[in-house]
């Protein structure tokens, strides 16, 4: 069973919740700590998690350090923010986490959940494309008039991403997420991460935020591969065949 700590429960009128958890490419993970950070958004519960499964230890000193989930709130933007540091791979408590999380939205009478994250396609070199989807028909054409093309065909959203609209779904809970198209889960995609944050607050009509910090992260990403590519490149090389 989950241990869940409330510090204090926030006074807000129909809030928005956005809930999301590092995802492939750590889309979702790096949205959400972007948010925190810039809304100065303060915390108020706590949910204890099973992670770390392991101890450290400072010259013969055990140290233990529990990780947690946080729920944060902006009272300013009329908003909820639930974040963490990993994704639960265990199916039992990914339901259980899932389960908390909506049952605090219901405590705070939250309006519409809205959960961020990735897809794993080939996107477009210029601009990478940004799918959505709902669980209630009537946010479709509102999703449409915002210009993010609907998760067509059929095909599975995984982890607690796509988990928590499910869940919410069960409690009769609005939800909607927004994902934006990445190539590699196993590299960090801050450039998606900034197009999904852009188009989120765009969509829940909320003043822009300042993005020069994804912008430059994104910077030292392409730095970084162009080193490797050109690394790699020199090693392809040296291992021609010569000429005798």
């Given at each position: 069973m989950l241990g869940l700590k409330i510090h204090t429960l926030p006074k807000l009128t129909r809030p928005v919740m956005i809930a999301a958890l590092p995802d492939m490419g750590n889309v979702a993970g790096i949205g959400m700590a972007f948010l925190v950070?810039?809304?100065k958004a303060k915390l108020f519960a706590e949910i204890y998690a099973f992670w770390p499964p392991a101890v450290s230890y400072d010259h013969g000193l055990i140290k233990y350090e529990q990780s947690s989930y946080k729920f944060h709130y902006s009272q300013k933007e009329n908003l909820v923010l639930f974040s963490g540091e990993f994704n639960p791979s265990d199916p039992r408590r990914l339901y259980e986490l899932c389960y908390e999380v909506v049952s605090m939205a219901k405590k705070l009478r939250v309006s519409t959940l809205y959960s961020i994250g990735a897809a794993l396609r080939?996107?477009?070199?210029?601009?990478p494309k940004l799918f959505a989807a709902t669980t209630t028909p009537k946010h479709l054409g509102v999703l449409?008039?915002?210009r993010l093309e609907l998760l067509n065909g059929k095909g599975q959203i995984t982890g607690f991403n796509g988990l928590i609209m499910g869940i919410a779904k069960e409690k009769q809970l609005d939800s909607i997420c927004i994902l934006s198209e990445i190539d590699n889960p196993n590299v960090i995609q801050p450039k998606s991460a900034q197009l999904v944050l852009e188009k989120l607050l765009q969509v829940l009509d909320l003043k822009p935020l300042d993005m020069?910090?994804?912008e430059e992260e994104e910077k030292r990403k392409q730095f970084m591969e162009q080193q490797i590519n050109y690394v790699n490149g020199l090693a392809r090389k040296d291992n021609q065949p010569g000429i005798a």
């Open positions: 950070k810039k809304l080939q996107p477009n070199p210029a601009e449409k008039k915002e020069k910090e994804l």
